[in-house]
């Protein structure tokens, strides 16, 4: 246990389960004030939220689709009202083509899964951003804003069409905000490679057969394995951490070395 994020007031969307559950939690682990654990899941919310207190963090659970600007916006509202003010949001959420669509690909996609993946991925990030922004300005505790990417939103895909152009989207609105909220509040990214969350198992069983679907996922990484939540959630609290201080407008893979070659393991 350390104590990076000593007194941060965190807002995590996407919290009921995967990475978002997992950075809830390492949050709590490493000292965060309070943590507001954001989904559209109920029950599962709130087991994160216990996990939270377990681990030693005040916990609230808001319940918003991050589809609605309204929801946004109370979202923001009651974290500060329950915390006392805002210090860092971690913009987790996110759908992937492959959950709604069956095969998913360029002539399956429809505009109806197109516009829930950008709204999701993309549009929610700019309008948490600017909704959280007036709270962040006024922190006195190091404020940043940390961004869940991926590395689809770099390299192509077959199936995951949208979800790699929203990707592409949250690194370049990732850049702006950095540059618009300079020099007060700090506004990183990360990109996830095959991480073990429902999503990545759910998009496995999309694939017409299991093992090949699973080599291409892991096949492209130096370490061809998946990687677990709790790895990118360090690297999440790390950016969020005054540790992570002189650190803005950042781009970091947490990809097993996905991007950094063109190979693919014998
Ligand atoms: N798993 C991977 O391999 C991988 C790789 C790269 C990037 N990512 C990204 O990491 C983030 C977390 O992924 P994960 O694998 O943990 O996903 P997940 O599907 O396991 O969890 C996502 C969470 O977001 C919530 N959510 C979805 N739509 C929402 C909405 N409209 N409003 C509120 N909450 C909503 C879901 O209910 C769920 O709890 C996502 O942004 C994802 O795109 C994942």
Redesign the pocket.
Known sequence: MSDQLDGKRVIV??A?????RAIAVECARQGAEAVTV????AG?AEDTAGLVRAAGSRAAVVL????SADDIQRMVDEAVAFAGGLDTVVN?????DTTFLHPAGLDTLDEATWDLVMD??LKAVWLTTRAAAPHLRSSDRGPSIVN?A???GVHGTVSAIAYGASKAGVIQLTKSCAVALAPDIRVNAYL????D????QGHLASGADRATTERRMTGTQLLPRFGT?EEVARVACFLASDAASFVTGGIYAVDGGTLAWRGVQS
Do not use: F, R
Not at 16 to 20: F, K
Not at 192 to 195: A, D, H, S
């Open positions: 969307t996407g009921a389960q995967g990475m978002g954001v989904d559209v899941k599962d918003a689709d991050l589809t987790n959420a996110g759908v992937i999701v991925n869940s991926s590395v689809a996830p490679g095959t991480i969350t429902p999503m990545a939540a």
